[in-house]
């Protein structure tokens, strides 16, 4: 019962980490921007209705790299389902 409590804690310790990083990065992007007066703001989305991803972007660069995101999400999210099933 040891090793699902710590797979929880790791988790949740990966995931406190990546929203301090995703706030840290965007609060030194807001700082390097500040002085620059025309920018380029480009963005996206991840839709998952099933098993099918629909990818939105302002750019096929944004959108290239959503797609890579969301195959890197799948396969992390496939991982953990394996474990957790593997327990059971």
Known sequence: MLLPTLVILVLVAIATVLVL???LL???????????TESRVEGGAVVVIGPVPLVFGTSER??????????????VVLVVFLVGLRGV
């Not at 944004?62 to 396969?75: G, N, P, Y």
């Open 21 to 23: 990083v995703g706030a």
């Open 62 to 75: 944004v959108a290239k790299a959503l797609m890579v995101l969301a195959i890197a999400l799948f396969a």
């Open 26 to 36: 965007i609060f030194v992007s807001a700082l390097r921007a500040q002085g620059k």
